[in-house]
């Protein structure tokens, strides 16, 4: 039938021209061509696009190609439309037309859509039935373009209800009508249509027709798919006389079959178009395939194992992965092009011979390096596929040589092999082997190209697990660097930590733990969380945390602290906000003097009776609101009694009461344990099992051991530097008193220093000297001058300037801080073992 004058030329006088036919022959199917530029750009419209998609050209030429073109998008049934229109979702065929648009197909694909355009009337096409007036059902073909010219893409489309209607009744039912691909010497008069196939492009230069030309016949002709067995070429000349030709040709060999008579020549080249049609259809449904059962994980060991099975059997009998070394150790993205040093780890094996055959010889995670003469280098260093249609004994034998004392011959010779590069960003991370048994056909140039696609879209998968592996390692890294490494036992205490990591929103957060020795034996204890995940929020944890270590090392009391934390808060930006529990253990006077900024409230575990109890505090508010007093309380605590802090990641899970999560906490940190680190783990196993922990997980544990007033001794003394033998004398008679001879030399001449210091800088009538035994022994001395001493460069002639230095020398570890009313000056010393 005559689809009438408003129809485009038929594709025989050009798809491309501008000019508008006379008439257009019966079942004639215009084009629609598109090129698009590198920038995405639309840089011809063709007339046949004009009254497919209701554009001119004029709106059309310049304009994004992603705003005018049947990209994927909301199903006809969402009548959701925009300036252009709006787009059906592809249907299942292969990618979609905007994964060609972007730039991320570097191979041809084909597709059909449904479009909503509008003013359909001028186009002169009947939309079809059940659709209403604008509704078109559209077929496409697109074809990355490589070369010096601006195209990037070209892209043929067709309106599918037209072919339908095209079809005469008498022509039969068919299955349906697809875009597909197909090698141009498929069809008979295979010269003609790549003659004929500049017909359909826009005017242009003789070479780039030439190079487009090219490009498409090698890229895969297009053609129209009616059936499971019938294709017919998009050519200039292509009609429902055509479809009728080869459907009588089928019927005269159907007719040949039942008679008994030979099988018509035309037939026999009808089968090996279906059986090359078959060959390629499963090629892409393979790729289909693989695509969707490679990249479900991000992790990179799964994401391996994946890939490496998704290709046996189906595709090849043997699958051997290698990756560069900085890729399996989860390092940066590796440098340069291999070479014969670069180290190759194979990370996954899979085969369908009989169990344990390759595990001895070709065992997985093992390193190798390659050499040059081997296709495994050709592949590594050109990026490119290597096809070894059967490995000689020759190349065997080479092969063999890098496997010291471990003969692979019999396993690879006579077998088809196949090296793909897994490639991402133009850069090798490693390649596959893929070996056929000889008894199968041998790898042939599809098989390289598919090989070759599969790989490309492999490597895309390994990068992304790549990435993540070595940012959440990164992440990780940050994370351990601003959490502190605790000593076990602090003066007159016992401590233990754990952190868990988030398993939901990141494995990065803002919760910490800290403790702080403090002047007079004393030590805080500090547990806080950042509101909010991520590396933001640890950045602003170590913040957080840095201050906090300096205000404690100034022995500000801790609701003071927290008032100063939360000024400086609110000084570093409105989005810091967190919580905190500060502590100040006394193990002198037995005695926990707490402030809290917002946390939940810690767990005291009572040595007497074992009974377990959330201690009473003033909740305050997060540290960061600002305007809100903090109060400070002071507990009085046993020796053997323990002292839990942690986060609310640790209690809180969602869509249960906090308070059921604190019940089960004071019940956990009640349970006997051998040890500080067994009672961490009961917490944490009875807490975290209970499903629905997404946050991460700060715990401190302190045992109060206290100090026993026998332990400690205390001197006040003038301000004369007479005072200064004194003090040598009593902290000798002190230390044999104690059974610690050894030290009273170093001791008596580093108190002195001291002593000798705060006697020549203090203000006030007295200074005050204190020993306290412990792990350590420990020597401190107060006075009233507020200002810090610091090492001096000292000359062989200066008097002052050479007993800090002294004290560095023969002190275990010294140091000083301010006090409310002054500073205080200390020194350790390691106690003899017994």
Not at 106 to 129: C, F
Not at 396 to 411: C, V
Not at 503 to 523: E, I, N
Not at 581 to 600: R, T
């Amino acid at each position: 039938m005559d689809r009438g004058t408003e129809r485009e030329a038929a594709p025989g006088r050009g798809a491309g021209d501008d000019v508008e036919a006379e008439h257009t022959a019966v079942g004639r199917v215009p084009l629609a061509v598109i090129l698009i530029d590198r920038d995405g750009l639309v840089s011809h419209w063709s007339r046949g696009a004009r009254r497919l998609f209701g554009t001119t050209k004029e709106e059309a030429i310049g304009q994004p190609a992603l705003d005018l073109l049947p990209v994927s998008g909301a199903l006809p049934e969402d009548d959701e439309t925009g300036p252009y229109g709006a787009f059906a979702a592809y249907d299942g065929l292969g990618p979609d037309l905007e994964s060609s648009l972007d730039g991320r197909l570097s191979y041809p694909a084909a597709g059909r859509a449904r479009l909503t355009v509008p003013e359909r009337s001028e186009t002169g096409v009947t939309p079809p039935e059940g659709w209403g007036s604008d509704r078109v059902d559209v077929l496409w073909w697109a074809y990355p373009l490589v070369g010096p010219g601006r195209e990037r893409l070209l892209v043929l489309a067709a309106d599918a209800d037209g072919l339908r209607q095209d079809i005469p009744e008498e022509d039969g039912a068919f299955e349906r009508i697809a875009p597909g691909f197909a090698l141009h010497t498929d069809f008979p008069g295979a010269e003609e249509l790549a003659r004929r196939l500049p017909e359909i492009l826009p005017s242009m230069s003789v070479g780039e027709s030439a190079r487009i030309v090219a490009q498409v016949l090698e890229l895969g002709y297009p053609v129209l798919e009616f059936s499971q067995n019938e294709r017919v070429p998009v050519t200039p000349d292509w009609g429902v006389a055509r479809r009728a030709e080869r459907k009588a040709r089928r019927e005269r060999a159907v007719l040949a079959v039942t008679e008994g008579l030979p099988l018509p020549a035309e037939a026999a080249d009808d089968e090996g178009e279906d059986l090359e049609y078959v060959a390629v259809r499963e090629r892409l449904e393979f790729l289909n395939e693989v695509s969707g059962r490679i990249g479900t994980s991000l992790d990179l060991t799964t994401t391996i194992l994946e890939v490496s099975r998704a290709v046996v059997p189906r595709f090849t009998d043997v699958a051997g992965t290698y990756l560069r070394e900085q890729v399996v150790a989860g390092e940066g993205f590796p440098d340069g092009v291999p070479d014969t040093t670069t180290m190759w780890h194979r990370v996954a094996l899979e085969h369908t011979d009989e169990p344990g055959r390759w595990d001895d010889v070709v065992p997985v995670g093992e390193a190798m390096p390659f050499p040059a003469h081997t296709p495994f280098f050709q592949c590594m260093t050109t990026g490119d596929p290597v096809l070894v249609p059967r490995i000689s004994e020759q190349m065997g034998h080479m092969i063999a040589s890098q496997f010291e004392k471990r003969d692979i011959r019999p396993l690879i010779t006579g077998r088809s092999m196949l090296v793909v590069p897994l490639k991402a960003r133009n850069v090798v991370l490693g390649f596959m082997i893929l070996l056929r048994h000889p008894e199968r056909v041998e790898f042939n140039d599809m098989d390289r190209v598919t090989g070759a696609e599969l790989a490309a879209r492999a490597g895309l998968v390994l990068d992304n697990a790549r990435m993540y592996t070595y940012q959440e390692s990164v992440a990780e890294t940050l994370q351990d660097s601003m959490l502190p490494h605790i000593p076990p036992r602090m003066a007159g205490c016992d401590i233990a930590t754990r952190y868990l990591p988030g398993t939901l929103l990141g494995r990065v957060g803002g919760d910490w733990f800290d403790s702080v020795k403090l002047p007079g034996a004393r030590t805080a204890l500090v547990v806080g969380d950042v509101m909010g995940h991520g590396l933001n929020s640890a950045a602003m944890m170590g913040q957080l945390r840095t201050a906090v270590q300096t205000m404690a090392a100034m022995d500000l009391p801790p609701a003071q602290l927290l008032r100063n934390l939360d000024d400086l808060a609110q000084r570093l930006g409105d989005n810091y906000l967190a919580t905190c529990l500060y502590a100040v253990y006394d193990p002198i006077a037995s005695e926990l003097h707490i402030a809290n900024a917002g946390h939940i409230p810690p767990v005291i575990v009572h040595a007497g009776d074992g009974r377990s109890e959330l201690l009473d505090l003033p909740t305050g508010a997060p540290i960061g609101v600002g305007g809100v007093p903090f109060e400070a309380v002071r507990v009085r605590v046993e020796p053997g009694d323990r002292l839990v802090m942690c986060t609310d990641g640790l209690v809180e899970v969602r869509g249960e009461d906090i308070g059921v999560g604190l019940a089960t906490l004071c019940e956990s940190a009640a349970h006997p344990a051998a040890s500080m680190d067994d009672a961490c783990d009961t917490i944490i196993r009875s807490l975290n099992t209970r499903g629905g922990r997404k946050d991460d997980v700060a715990l401190l544990m302190a045992r109060l051991n206290g100090i026993e007033p026998d332990d400690v001794a205390e001197w006040r003394l003038a301000l004369d530097p007479a005072q200064v033998r004194r003090a040598r004398a009593v902290v000798r008679e002190q230390l044999h008193e104690w059974g610690l001879p050894k030290l009273a030399d170093n001791a008596a001449l580093l108190a002195g220093e001291l002593v000798t210091n705060a006697v020549r800088h203090s203000h006030g009538r007295h200074v005050e000297l204190r020993l306290v035994r412990g792990d350590t022994l420990l020597c401190e001395v107060d006075d009233d001058d507020h200002t810090l001493p610091s090492l001096l460069s000292s000359g062989p002639d200066d008097e002052f300037g050479r007993g800090l230095h002294v004290v560095g020398m023969l002190a275990r570890e010294w140091g000083a801080s301010r006090t409310t009313a002054g500073k205080t000056v200390w020194f350790e010393l390691t106690l003899p073992r017994r």
